[in-house]
């Protein structure tokens, strides 16, 4: 009986998976955040990952809700530079929303001790990968005063001197 019951079950789960509004397939954009470090390539973790749609393309969905310049997709990249985005998000509804398919999206990348880096990419729906390269700044501060000087009579002003 339970090898029915299993037979059953596999035959029926993909017209489930058929039936459901996204057709099946989820909605995400996925990628990795790196750098060039001594002419190699390194993840860049703890970076802080923002997408939003700035504009409808060819065949994009209808979205009422509310406006879409409201939307914002967040995610922290891991150890290995990688990050996910599934869901978009509105700070004055408190709404989340799927991805919108159709739609030219901006990426902003931002982490320290490196430039502020954004993108655009047009997302057609289901799963896109993105990968982005950001520059990591400098350290050219250079002390060229000697130091710190200490004035012993600054350092002991307002203590009793011996004269």
């Known amino acids: 009986m339970s090898r029915c019951l299993l037979l059953l079950l596999s ?8 039936g459901c509004p996204s057709g099946g397939a989820s ?6 955040i790196v750098a060039t470090r001594g002419g190699e390539v390194v993840p860049v973790g703890d970076a802080q990952v923002r997408i939003w749609p700035t504009e409808p393309g060819k065949g994009a969905e209808a979205f009422e809700a509310e406006a879409v310049q409201n939307l914002r997709g967040v995610a922290t990249t891991r150890p290995t530079g990688a990050f996910e985005v599934g ?3 509105s700070p004055l509804t408190f709404a989340e929303y ?3 398919k159709g739609y ?3 990426i902003e990348v931002e982490v320290a001790g490196y430039y502020i880096t954004s993108s655009t ?5 289901g799963s896109q990968y993105v990968e982005m ?9 250079l002390d060229t005063t000697g130091g710190a000087q200490s ?6 002003r307002g203590s009793v001197r011996k004269e």
């Open 11 to 18: 035959l029926l789960l993909p017209l489930a998976v058929a």
């Open 27 to 32: 909605r995400n954009i996925t990628g990795r």
């Open 87 to 89: 869901v978009l998000s």
């Open 98 to 100: 799927p991805l919108l």
């Open 104 to 106: 030219t999206y901006k």
């Open 121 to 125: 990419f047009d997302y057609g729906g």
């Open 133 to 141: 390269t950001i520059e990591e700044k400098e350290v050219d501060v």
């Open 151 to 156: 004035d012993e009579k600054e350092l002991q």
